[in-house]
């Protein structure tokens, strides 16, 4: 059974460790603790991870987070992925640091990346994994601070954090989205 796993972010070392890389940041961790590599291909770096039965493909675009719908599209198709087999993982201004929401469809929530992914795939359903990255910024400064790198104080939750995540990666491809959203969401 195939899973195509997307890490939200923006290519280049300016973005590498800023908030709105948090889908890049957990698919590094999670290939780095299964020691696989990404390797650059079409429209992004990819990676397989093999689990339990399960292939995951996953995919880091490469076409900036404000056009992720042609390279979600493009690997779903390529590898012929049920659309139910798709889990998004995006940075999330709405909620508070550290905070998982796991959901099987929903609104863009304002967010460039999932607005263009439903653009594209005419559909809102798709599951997606939001990573809070808090809201510690004043009006009108939002894109300063989602491009801003990580406190002191978050880089050291970081680490438990995205490897929780992966767990919760692992967990949606065997025991489902039901089961996985009760476990890990508000963790």
């Given at each position: ?6 890490g939200l972010?923006n290519?280049?070392e ?14 590094d961790a999670?290939?780095?603790?299964s ?10 770096d ?54 998982i ?5 929903g ?12 653009l594209?795939l ?7 994994l ?13 894109v300063?601070?989602?491009l801003g790198e990580?406190?002191?104080?978050e ?16 967990s ?11 476990e890990f969401?508000?963790?």
């Amino acid at each position: 059974m195939k899973y195509l796993i997307v890490g939200l972010g923006n290519p280049g070392e300016k973005y590498k460790n800023t908030r709105h890389n948090i889908g890049f940041i957990i698919l590094d961790a999670l290939a780095n603790a299964s020691n696989i590599c990404f390797e650059p291909n079409r429209l992004g770096d990819k990676a397989v991870l093999k689990f339990k039965g399960r292939t995951l493909i996953l995919i880091k675009p490469n076409t900036f987070m404000n056009l992720s719908g042609k390279a979600v599209n493009y690997w779903l198709q390529k590898e012929k992925v049920p659309v139910n087999n798709i889990l998004v993982i995006t940075d999330d201004i709405a909620l508070p640091f550290g905070k998982i929401r796991i959901k099987a469809k929903g609104s863009n929530g304002g967010h460039n990346g999932l607005k263009d992914i439903q653009l594209v795939l005419s559909s809102n359903k798709y599951s997606r994994l939001r990573f809070g990255v808090g809201s510690e910024f004043n009006p009108g400064n939002q894109v300063n601070y989602v491009l801003g790198e990580w406190s002191k104080e978050e880089e050291k939750a970081l680490e438990e954090r995205v490897e929780t995540i992966g767990n919760a990666i692992k967990s949606f491809v065997t025991i489902g989205l039901d089961r996985t959203m009760n476990e890990f969401n508000n963790k």
